[in-house]
C-alpha cells in the first residue's frame, strides 16, 4: 500500500523576502573552453617531454581577452593553486611546478576571461566571459630512485 501524500506539511517562512532586486543582472556567460589533451589521468614521467594542456578556443579573442589556465596541486593538507594568462590554447606546465613538493597529481581547468586591470605582479585580472571548463588532471611522475623532497600526500593512493 502507498503511503498517504504529506500535504500541509510544508513550511511557510513569512520572513523569507523573494521580492528583492539583484544589485546587477547575472551574466551571460559563453559555453566553457573545450579541453582537448593531454587526456583525463594521462602520466608523464620526469621533465623529457613537455607537458601541454590543449583546449578549444570558445572565440576569437578581443584585445583585452584572455584565458585563465588554474592549476593546483596536493601536498600535506593543502592544495596549492596557481594561475597563468595567456592567449593561446594551450599552456605548457613549468618545470619549477614538477619541483615543488606535490603527489603528482595536477589538476587543471581554464576560463576566457576579460581583463579589467593588473593585480599586485603585473598580471591581468578580470571577469569571466565563459563558463569553467571541466576539472582534468594528469599524473607528473618522478622517475624510479629521484625524490627531490619527502613526499607528504594527504591521500594515501598517490
Known sequence: RRPAPQRGRVGVHPETDAKGIAPRPLLRLLPPPELVS???GTRF????QPVTLTWKPVKELAEDEYYLVRIDYNHVE???LVKYTTRETQFILPESLY???NCNIF???VTLMRQTGLDKNGQPEGDPLSFNSLYWYVEWLYPLG???FIRRCPNEQF
Open 99 to 101: 619541483r615543488q613538493p
Open 38 to 40: 593531454p587526456e583525463i
Open 146 to 148: 629521484e625524490t627531490p
Open 45 to 48: 614521467l620526469g621533465t623529457d
Open 107 to 109: 589538476n587543471w581547468r
Open 78 to 80: 593543502s592544495n596549492p
